[in-house]
T-cell receptor, first 112, second 116 residues
């Protein structure tokens, strides 16, 4: 049973467009929701993270939107660039940043 | 800034052999996590250590064991290797914000294990 469901599995966006990746979770004990970016053959890199006490967090071109009642959160990448082409994983954990449960990942391709 | 160091970066083993993967966390980080990522899959949590004690256990096979040493580096020992163990193995480290409250996890570059 996948505790964190991520969609879409893959995404193609034109340069300058907005990339949107969605995640939903089941466990109401989750209280920390990070997004990781991973390039082929590399380790996941922390992109941005949010806790349930806020509904939105923005860092540069990356924004997390969080809907606690719906148990959903999403990543928006504004002005997407070819260098953003990577696999993005949402994750969740409880009890203060402990063990991460990952979504299945989204392969993003930003076309020039 | 210093990052998580993993060695070796690539490892090729035969079935039924043993392998040892090493992880050197970011300086001052006190918690280490091990994850396994199969091709096209998400990272799966194996085991974690806080202050040299096992803090959490995930889907780690009984053939695998791990420990964290006094200098906070960690080793993942894998015995009786199977073809299905071929994967990327990531180590992550974090600094506890307070006892029982781990900080953000930073991942290493991974070790690619191939079992033939």
């Amino acid at each position: 049973q996948q505790q964190v469901k991520q969609s879409p599995q893959s995404l193609i966006v034109q340069k300058g467009g907005i990339s949107i990746i969605n995640c939903a979770y089941e466990n109401t004990a989750f209280d920390y929701f990070p997004w990781y970016q991973q390039f082929p053959g590399k380790g996941p890199a922390l992109l941005i993270a949010i806790r349930p006490d806020v509904s939105e967090k923005k860092e540069g071109r990356f924004t997390i939107s969080f809907n606690k009642s719906a148990k959903q959160f999403s990543l928006h990448i504004m002005d997407s660039q070819p260098g953003d082409s990577a696999t993005y994983f949402c994750a969740a954990s409880s009890e203060g940043y402990s063990t991460l449960t990952f979504g299945k990942g989204t392969m993003l391709l930003v076309s020039p | 800034a210093a990052g998580v160091i993993q060695s070796p970066r690539h490892l090729i083993k035969e079935k039924r052999e043993t392998a040892t993967l090493k992880c050197y966390p970011i300086p001052r980080h006190d918690t280490v996590y091990w994850y396994q990522q199969g091709p096209g899959q998400d990272p799966q949590f194996l085991i974690s250590f806080y202050e040299k004690m096992q803090s959490d256990k995930g889907s780690i096979p009984d053939r695998f064991s791990a420990q964290q040493f006094s200098d906070y580096h960690s080793e993942l020992n894998m015995s009786s290797l199977e073809l299905g163990d071929s994967a990327l193995y990531f180590c992550a480290s974090s600094l506890s914000l307070s006892p029982g409250l781990a900080g953000e996890q930073f991942f290493g570059p991974g070790t690619r294990l191939t079992v033939l």
